[in-house]
Nanobody, 120 residues
Framework: QVQLVESGGGLVQPGGSLRLSCAASGNFFYIDTMYWYRQPPGKERELVAAIAKSGSADYADSVKGRFTISRDDPANTVSLQMNSLKPEDSAVYLC??????????????WGQGTQVTVSS
């Protein structure tokens, strides 16, 4: 069974920084693309950033230049460095990953989410 577990959320003042991490565990061959989503209260879930196995990354326009996604394949982790945080960045942040197991068909798994609150 594959699990994704996020960590690193919390309360931060506007302009501050946080680093989120997501660790995958279980039986699988490798992880393909990894994602960070967020869901503000009362709003739909949105894609924040994605990173391919090659290391190529893409970002939502709202976070470009402020957030950086990275991955550590030997550790099966993906991180999101968030700088210059704004109140509108407040949301539950969720990790998602396309994981390849014995069937060689990618399956997408979600973490449980971690709360980020940006407030003075």
């Amino acid at each position: 069974q594959v699990q994704l577990v996020e960590s690193g959320g919390g309360l931060v003042q506007p302009g501050g920084s946080l680093r989120l991490s997501c660790a995958a565990s279980g039986n699988f061959f490798y992880i393909d693309t990894m994602y960070w989503y967020r869901q503000p209260p009362g709003k739909e879930r949105e894609l924040v950033a994605a990173i391919a196995k090659s290391g190529s990354a893409d970002y939502a326009d709202s976070v470009k230049g402020r957030f950086t996604i990275s991955r550590d394949d030997p550790a099966n982790t993906v991180s999101l460095q968030m700088n210059s945080l704004k109140p509108e960045d407040s949301a539950v942040y969720l990790c998602n990953a396309a994981i390849i197991s014995s069937s060689f068909v990618p399956r997408f798994y979600w973490g449980q989410g971690t709360q980020v609150t940006v407030s003075s």
